[in-house]
């Protein structure tokens, strides 16, 4: 087996192990808007939000008139102020709960993941294409002029602002195709993509690409390891969309397919 090969497949590896993870995409029960005021969380019938498993009282959540989180715990611990993060939610346990305050636009959700839960084994195997050295595609990495602040949509019909600064160029079969990294981080950026295939072989609405070796010039793009987004596994995900520049008209026939 040829490095490459090898390193992919330890790649699938580390994608499975993540999805399965305690903090993974398959073990969430529950994703709630919050709003001004406090709710009551927890497994039994008298909570605002009532959960199908973990403790009867998880405790009180309460957000001000500004956004801003607390979390009381009903044992009488002590009542915690939340730092709200979008790309790192402020994340805290209850029995064998974890949950977290993510952000979407200014709005918070509780989102709960039940870390006993058995669901990651009942995963059915992912689907791949054979694996095809020639969608390791080094790419030119293009700053644009200026920043461009672009609307995203969402698996949720939720609209968010974000801000491109590069876009990759590169080539195949001839044809010159651009994309532009609309989420992730400056040494991983995410590319949310849709190609042909997703009329019959990969999930329909998107799937995503992470930049690799990332220089001021250059980035790579290994369409092999192009993924399912969350919300194919769980309907508790808001998922980006594609901008159109990233709705190639071409079957990039590499990475996961849909699910079974």
Not at 16 to 23: G, M
Request: aromatic share 8%.
């Amino acid at each position: 087996m040829t490095d490459y090969a090898q390193s992919y497949q330890d790649w699938k590896v580390r994608r499975l192990a993540a999805l399965k993870a305690p903090d993974g995409w398959l073990n969430i029960i529950a994703r709630v808007w919050l709003s001004e005021g406090t709710v009551t969380v927890g497994s039994a019938a008298d909570n605002d939000i009532v959960l199908s498993a973990g403790p009867e009282h998880v405790g009180s959540l309460t957000q001000d008139a500004d956004g801003g989180v607390t979390y009381a715990p009903a044992d009488g611990g002590p009542v915690q102020v939340l730092t709200l993060d979008k790309k790192k939610p402020p994340r805290f346990t209850a029995g064998n709960l974890l949950l977290e305050v993510t952000t979407l636009n200014g709005d918070n959700a509780l989102r709960v993941r039940n870390t006993a839960s058995d669901a990651p084994n009942h995963l059915a195997p992912i689907e791949y294409f054979p694996l095809d050295p020639s969608w390791r595609i080094v790419a030119r990495w293009v700053p644009l002029e200026a920043p461009l602040g672009i609307t995203v949509d969402t698996s949720k019909s939720i609209p968010t602002e974000v801000e491109v600064t590069h876009k990759a160029v590169f080539e195949k079969d001839g044809q010159t195709y651009e994309l532009v990294a609309t989420h992730g981080t400056p040494e991983a950026p995410q590319f949310v993509i849709r190609d042909l295939t997703s009329r019959d072989s990969t999930y329909p609405a998107c799937r995503f690409v992470y930049g690799e070796e990332v220089t001021q010039d250059s980035i790579v793009l290994d369409f092999n390891k192009a993924i399912n987004p969350p919300c194919a596994f769980t309907e508790h995900a808001v998922c980006p969309l594609p901008p159109p520049e990233n709705v190639l008209p071409i079957r990039i026939e590499a990475g996961e397919k849909r699910l079974a």
